[in-house]
Nanobody, 120 residues
């Protein structure tokens, strides 16, 4: 199993930046893809970004493309989400998730979430 722990959320003014971290532990060697999702109040969970470990292929939601960057530190088993030019619409709880090799499930583990609040 893989366990995930997010950190780095907080309150920031519009136009500001934050960097979220997601530290993985457990069977980290089995991770194939790492994801960031978010859920705003009263809305469903929304895909933000993903990173495929083999090849480092990244993907972004249109709403964050050009402003957010996903990256990883393999030595620390950590994935980051650098968020720049933040907007009030980015306010949400941000979650990381992983998919593991050979899994038949869409996502195999989720973090507990970290709150990001962007004030106008």
């Amino acid at each position: 199993q893989v366990q995930l722990l997010e950190s780095g959320g907080g309150l920031v003014q519009a136009g500001g930046s934050l960097r979220l971290s997601c530290a993985a532990s457990g069977r980290t060697f089995s991770i194939s893809t790492m994801y960031w999702f978010r859920q705003a109040p009263g809305k469903g969970r929304e895909f933000v970004s993903s990173l495929i470990r083999a090849g480092g292929i990244t993907n972004y939601a249109d709403s964050v493309k050009g402003r957010f960057t996903i990256s990883r530190d393999n030595a620390k088993n950590t994935v980051y989400l650098q968020m720049n030019s933040l907007k009030p619409d980015d306010t949400a709880v941000y979650y990381c998730a992983v998919r593991t090799l050979g899994s038949t499930r869409e996502y195999d583990a989720w973090g507990q979430g970290t709150q990001v609040t962007v004030s106008s």
